[in-house]
């Protein structure tokens, strides 16, 4: 579905071209096209968002909306568009009651193609804070969900789920304990 779009990212941590972020004012400088919020995602040819946010309980309700919001529209004009959002699964003092209402609407929603749980033990993160830290991987705390929502037209699309299943289980495979192993080793060299 057309180019990959990061939803919720900054000049400091962005991995794709295309990114939106928090200060688009500021950002532009730097590639963003503006706020997750304010960018229509329904364009020709459509695309497909990756979609990360804080996991604070009003922001993610707020995501949720827009997403529904953009899904119906691509709906409506026969775009093909998929967004993948990331959330907390774990339903403990970690995710709060609307985070966890937030999660069950994308997991019950329609537009739910594919619902993937990384469990805490097999996924970790590149640490946002790695600048004040030992190191820049960390095994994640809690449980993790991975949704594809898609827009009709882009269901229809063939998809090999357990293939795309086993890429995102690679691609979030923990780092930390390599990383460990790696300076444990040429600190030792040196």
């Known amino acids: 579905d057309g180019p990959w779009i990061e939803g919720f990212a900054s000049p400091l941590n962005v991995f794709l071209p295309t990114y939106g972020s928090a200060f688009p004012d500021l950002d532009w400088h730097f ?25 604070s309980p009003g922001l993610m309700t707020k995501m949720v909306d827009h997403i529904h919001d953009q899904l119906k529209k691509a709906d409506r004009h026969g775009t093909p568009l ?18 966890w209402d ?25 640490e946002g804070a790695q600048h004040l830290r030992t190191t820049k991987y960390k095994q994640s705390s809690y449980d993790t969900s991975v949704i594809v929502m898609q827009s009709t037209t882009s269901k229809q699309q063939q998809l090999d789920e357990l293939n795309f299943q086993k890429k995102i289980r690679q691609a979030f495979s923990s780092q930390h304990e390599q990383e460990l192993k790696t300076r444990k080793v040429s600190s030792h060299g040196h």
């Open 82 to 99: 998929t967004f993948v959002p990331t959330a907390g699964s774990g339903k403990d003092r970690v995710v709060q009651k609307a985070a």
């Open 102 to 126: 937030s999660f069950e609407e994308m997991i019950t929603s329609p537009w739910c193609r594919i619902h993937i749980t990384l469990s805490a033990r097999e996924h970790g993160y590149i």
């Open 31 to 55: 590639g963003s096209i503006g706020s997750f919020w304010d960018t229509s995602y329904v364009r020709k040819g459509g695309c497909c968002c990756e979609a990360n946010p804080p996991f």
